[in-house]
C-alpha cells in the first residue's frame, strides 16, 4: 500500500481536472463543493457551485440568508437536508467558533450535515491533516488494488480501511485524498470496464493482475425501490397558478409542489375529487405523465391541467410566468413546469 502513494500523488498533479473548488484551499470552499457533489455529478455541480459562491461568499452570508433563498440557490439538486445542514452549520460556526471553520477533524465532524468522509476532505485538503477521506471511488480503488473481498456496506470494512489509510498518509494528505478520489472518478470508474491501461497503479494493483476488476468491490445489493401514485393538479385560474408548501419534516419538507393526492385517479375520479374539495373548474385537461426517482422510492404522477373560476384560499396562488423564479420547486415536479410553460405558450 505504501508503493502507491509517490505515483498517485504524482499522477495527480499532472493529471487533475480544472474544477472551480480547487483553485485554492479555502475551507468553505471545499465545504460547499463536497456537499453538492453527494449523489450529484461533477459538471452539474460546477454551474450551482459557481451561483453559490456569488451569492454566499462566506460562512457569515451563509449564516444569514433566509431559508427561502438558500433552497432556491439549491434548487435542482435535491437532498434539500443538506442545503438545511449547510446553514445550521454555518450558525454553528458563528457561535462557537468565532465565524472560522474549525480546523481539526475532531471538530469539523460536530458540524451538522458532515460526516467522515466529508470531514476528512476538509481537514486534509484546508489544513494539511493526516487523515483520510474514504468515499465511494476510494472504496473502489483500494478493494482492487488489495482484490479485496470485503463487503464495503459493512462498516467494519469502513474502519478497516480508515486504519490502512492513516498508517500511509503522507505528508501532503490532500493531495493524496484527491487523488484517490479523481482516479476512481475517472480512470478506476464505477460503472463499466475500468481504463487500466492508463492507471499509474497497475503494476500495484492485484486485481488488474487476476483480471477481477468488474467483481469488485463487493457490497450488499440495493434495497427495490418502492412504488408511489400520485395525481398532481396543475390548477390555473387566469394569470396565476396554485402552489403550497409541504410539512417541515419528512420527504422534500418545507418545498413547494402543486397540489396533488396520493393516489392515482382518472379523469372522472379526478374531476369528483376537485369538486368535492369546493373547485369550480371549468376545464380539466388529462396531459402526459410523470415519475420521479427518489433514493428509496418512486412517484409515479398523473398530470391535469385544470382551469378554476375561482381562486381557493388554502393555496398560494403566483403568476404563471415568475413562478420558477421566486418559489424554489423540487425536480419531482420539472414535468409539471414543463407542462405549465407550454399551456402558457399557447395563450
Not at 465565524?99 to 468522509?117: F, R
Not at 478506476?188 to 491501461?197: L, M, R, S
Request: positive net charge.
Amino acid at each position: 500500500m505504501r508503493r502507491i502513494v509517490k505515483p498517485l500523488c504524482s499522477w495527480y498533479l499532472k493529471n487533475k481536472r480544472d474544477l472551480p473548488w480547487r483553485k485554492d484551499r479555502n475551507p468553505y470552499h471545499i465545504w460547499i463543493s463536497e456537499i453538492m457533489l453527494q449523489q450529484t455529478r461533477v459538471e452539474a455541480v460546477k454551474v450551482y457551485y459557481e451561483r453559490f459562491m456569488k451569492e454566499l461568499p462566506n460562512i457569515e452570508a451563509l449564516a444569514n440568508v433566509e431559508e427561502e433563498k438558500l433552497l432556491k440557490l439549491w434548487e435542482g439538486l435535491g437532498y434539500y437536508t443538506r442545503a438545511r445542514n449547510l446553514k445550521k452549520a454555518a450558525l454553528k460556526i458563528e457561535n462557537e467558533f468565532s465565524g472560522k471553520m474549525p480546523n481539526t477533524y475532531e471538530e469539523i465532524i460536530t458540524l451538522p450535515g458532515i460526516g467522515e468522509y466529508t470531514a476528512g476532505a476538509i481537514a486534509s485538503i484546508a489544513f494539511n491533516e493526516q487523515v483520510p477521506a474514504i468515499d465511494g471511488n476510494v472504496f473502489r480503488v483500494i478493494m482492487r488494488i488489495q482484490n479485496s473481498k470485503r463487503n464495503i456496506s459493512k462498516l467494519s470494512t469502513k474502519k478497516e480501511l480508515f486504519m490502512e489509510l492513516s498508517e500511509i498518509m503522507p505528508n501532503n494528505p490532500g493531495i493524496f485524498n484527491q487523488a484517490l478520489m479523481e482516479l476512481g472518478a475517472t480512470v478506476c470508474v464505477p460503472n463499466g470496464e475500468p481504463h487500466c491501461e492508463t492507471c499509474p497503479l497497475k503494476k500495484y494493483c492485484e486485481a488488474f493482475k487476476e483480471g477481477t476488476m468488474l467483481e469488485l468491490p463487493i457490497k450488499d445489493s440495493k434495497r427495490e425501490k418502492v412504488k408511489e401514485e400520485y395525481t398532481v393538479f396543475i390548477l390555473l385560474n387566469y394569470n396565476k397558478v396554485a402552489i403550497h408548501k409541504r410539512e417541515n419534516k419528512g420527504l422534500l419538507a418545507s418545498m413547494y409542489e402543486f397540489p396533488n393526492v396520493n393516489q392515482k385517479l382518472n379523469k372522472e375520479e379526478a374531476l369528483k375529487y376537485l369538486k368535492e374539495h369546493h373547485y369550480s373548474v371549468l376545464r380539466i385537461l388529462e396531459v402526459e405523465n410523470s415519475k420521479h426517482i427518489f433514493t428509496h422510492k418512486i412517484w409515479q404522477m398523473t398530470n391535469y391541467v385544470v382551469y378554476v373560476e375561482e381562486i381557493i384560499d388554502n393555496h398560494i396562488w403566483t403568476d404563471i410566468k415568475t413562478i420558477g423564479d421566486i418559489y424554489a420547486l423540487p425536480s419531482a415536479f420539472k414535468k409539471q413546469l414543463e407542462i405549465l410553460k407550454e399551456e402558457v405558450k399557447k395563450r
